[in-house]
């Protein structure tokens, strides 16, 4: 080949490298943009004084004295809401049957929406569920909660040739001529003085206990609940892995049981990871009963299985990879295989073993399905370390899922979702970074 063509080949292909990294670092800045974005907004927002309410009341976090001067305000500037709902209450007495039959309704639901956004009437008797005991917390929400109460929505499904249309009318239109008229516009015009939004960071999301599931509070039982998986996992299937690796280039003597043996291991690294949840719910907990119920342990057990065979394959390829010269360099001395592969191989080969370890690190902290049927529970408690050989925790992975689709009030806990999204991203880009300085370190002293 002419030393033209081949230059001209080396810069194609180094092109062609620039550009496939160029496409990989635009897709992942489109995948991780609106992750952190809305992810952050649990962390950075504009906390209402409702918020410091909680704060102060449900996890005694804040000052008394400032928020009690705080909130004399905005009881204040609340006072007025209260006083034109008391003054058409009474004239609502006063109406005949059929006109008072028209507006019960109406009110009923200005009522509730006034109660979701300031919360309960003062003098109101304390409902039984948390999220109904406080205003709006975030500014956000509040300001969708307003259009709500200001507006009456309906669909118009006229033209049944097409989809409904959402029709909204003021709900002052209903009121005219009433003393609860001028309500709507007050609320409109002196929300900010009602709520008294205030920029918040707050750090505590990630290290807060749920309050009515995950109305109010953080995330850490989920994010403990995933370490202790994920380092649970990796506690079995790194030893397993790497020792299986070993046998496999060291001492089985290459045949059709070997060669089935890496068939296998092939095979298992493309299993669906739901079929690994199946197995360890039928084979941990329901034949070796590893604990009662579903338990960390169980989990753990069942990732590890799941994350085996790319630590094998990682593993046995890094040990192929150390020179042959090494080996039997260290024989020639008079070491034997054992303390060979313990104090020349194996250190050889460190470097690529993790790398194996970091993928499948990540894999085992974003797995959901295995999770369902062995660890993973919706609501529940931090975990001390040994409860989890007998007991369930939440995990991120798990609550991402369950809080985007089953949760009875999805739109109102959206921030939640986002920043467990971003929380996990964090935690497995955190333990990866991790074992990557682990390796670096480990290649430059093998280096010298």
């Keep these: 080949m002419r030393l033209e063509t081949r230059k001209l080949l080396d810069k194609s292909f180094s092109g062609m490298g620039l550009i496939a990294i160029a496409i990989m670092a635009a897709a992942l800045v489109l995948i991780l943009s609106p992750i952190i974005w809305r992810g952050s907004k649990a962390f950075v927002f504009k906390g209402t004084i409702e918020h410091r309410r909680v704060m102060l009341e449900q996890y005694q976090r804040g000052n008394s004295e400032r928020f009690t001067a705080e909130m004399a305000k905005a009881t204040e500037a609340r006072a007025p809401v209260y006083e034109m709902m008391a003054a058409f209450n009474a004239e609502l007495k006063e109406m005949d049957r059929a006109k008072r039959r028209d507006y019960k309704d109406p009110y009923r639901e200005v009522e509730k929406a006034v109660s979701v956004l300031l919360g309960p009437k003062p003098g109101d008797r304390t409902p039984v569920l948390l999220r109904q005991q406080y205003g709006q917390t975030r500014w956000d929400r509040a300001l969708v909660k307003l259009h709500e109460a200001l507006y009456s929505a309906d669909w118009d499904y006229s033209n049944t040739d097409a989809m409904g249309v959402l029709v909204e009318t003021p709900r002052a239109n209903a009121f005219k001529g009433t003393k609860l008229e001028p309500l709507f516009d007050y609320l409109e015009n002196h929300l900010d003085e009602m709520l008294r939004p205030k920029t918040t960071f707050y750090w505590q999301f990630i290290t807060d206990t749920s309050k009515d599931s995950h109305f109010f509070g953080g995330i850490w039982p989920e994010v403990l609940g995933t370490l ?24 089985a003597r290459e045949g059709r049981v070997v060669s089935f043996l890496r068939i296998c291991i092939s095979t298992l690294a493309g299993v669906p990871s739901i079929v690994f949840g199946l197995f360890g719910l039928a084979f941990f907990l329901n034949t070796i009963h590893v604990s009662d119920s579903k338990s960390v342990l169980a989990g753990s057990l069942t990732l590890s299985l799941l994350i085996l065979p790319t630590i094998i394959r990682s593993s046995e ?3 192929l990879a150390v020179p042959r010269a090494y080996k039997e360099a260290a024989l020639g001395l008079g070491a034997g295989r054992w303390h060979t592969i313990l104090t020349v191989i194996l250190p050889a080969a460190l470097p690529g073993i993790l790398t194996g370890v970091v993928i499948s690190m990540g894999r085992a902290a974003g797995e959901t399905a295995p999770i369902i049927f062995t660890a993973a529970v919706s609501v529940g408690a931090p975990l001390k370390l040994w409860e989890t050989l007998s007991q369930p925790t939440p995990a991120l992975p798990w609550n991402i899922y369950n809080l985007c689709t089953e949760h009875e009030a999805v739109d109102e806990i959206r921030h939640v979702q986002y920043g467990m999204v971003f929380t996990l991203v964090a935690i497995v880009l955190l333990l990866n970074l991790f074992a990557i300085l682990m390796r670096a370190r480990i290649s430059k002293k093998l280096r010298g």
């Design 228 to 251: 202790y998986l994920t380092l649970g996992a990796m506690i079995f299937a790194v030893p397993m892995g790497v020792i299986a690796a070993i046998y496999l280039c060291e001492y």
């Design 317 to 319: 390829e890094a040990i």
